[in-house]
């Protein structure tokens, strides 16, 4: 028996996951080679309550909405933001973030080349940023991956990666520490 329901999406139990898994799917609608998305996350029931129109051009409520879409009311909401500033490094643009009240959590998708664990120990120690990041685009064991990297503002997190070379739903592993750095990050933009 499959864990897809009719729409592909993996089911999940908690809501920050099936928001995660809704924005990597969404992603990975868009193909690979696209810049980095950041999304603000809102609480679904709050959102169809305090913005009814906005609730009812994203399919949430009204006479267009999918009775089937599988979005419970106590979920999240993803709702993309502005294209992120070009040439301004991730870490800065992340540092600039203030997010207002009614914004439970955030989401960043990001394709990034990873080597595995085995090739630590050839990384050369002596190359600035962008000779290190031509090395690895070199290494014959990279992977291209798509890390989709989701916080609430009480502290909780998720991340769903995805292979290039794997490149399905049910290929996407999923956890809340796949990658602390970019969570860590992300957190940091609700306390500011």
């Not at 924005?23 to 913005?51: H, K, N």
């Not at 993803?78 to 294209?83: N, R």
């Not at 870490?91 to 973030?97: Q, S």
């Not at 399905?168 to 500011?192: N, R």
Request: aromatic residues 4%.
């Amino acid at each position: 028996m499959s864990n897809l329901p009719l729409d592909g999406t993996p089911l999940a139990a908690s809501p920050l996951t099936r928001a995660v898994l809704e924005i990597d799917d969404y992603a990975s609608g868009l193909g690979w080679d696209q810049p980095a998305r950041l999304f603000a996350l809102v609480d679904t029931a709050q959102l169809q309550a305090d913005e009814p129109e906005l609730a009812e051009r994203l399919g949430l409520s009204g006479p267009d909405a999918d009775p089937d879409a599988g979005r419970p009311s106590a979920g999240l909401t993803p709702v993309e933001q502005d294209e992120l500033p070009d040439g301004l490094p991730l870490d800065e643009f992340l540092g600039t973030i203030a997010w207002p009240d009614a914004v439970t959590g955030c989401a960043l998708t990001v394709e990034r080349l990873m080597l595995p664990p085995t090739a630590e120990g050839s990384v050369p120690t002596d190359l600035d940023e962008e000779a290190l990041a031509a090395w690895v685009a070199r290494h014959p064991e990279r992977q291209e991956v798509r890390m989709t990297v989701a916080v609430l503002r009480d502290g909780e997190r998720e991340a769903a990666l995805r292979l290039r070379e794997k490149d399905a739903a049910t290929e996407v592993l999923t956890g809340s520490d796949l990658v602390p750095g970019l969570a860590e990050a992300l957190t940091a933009t609700f306390t500011g």
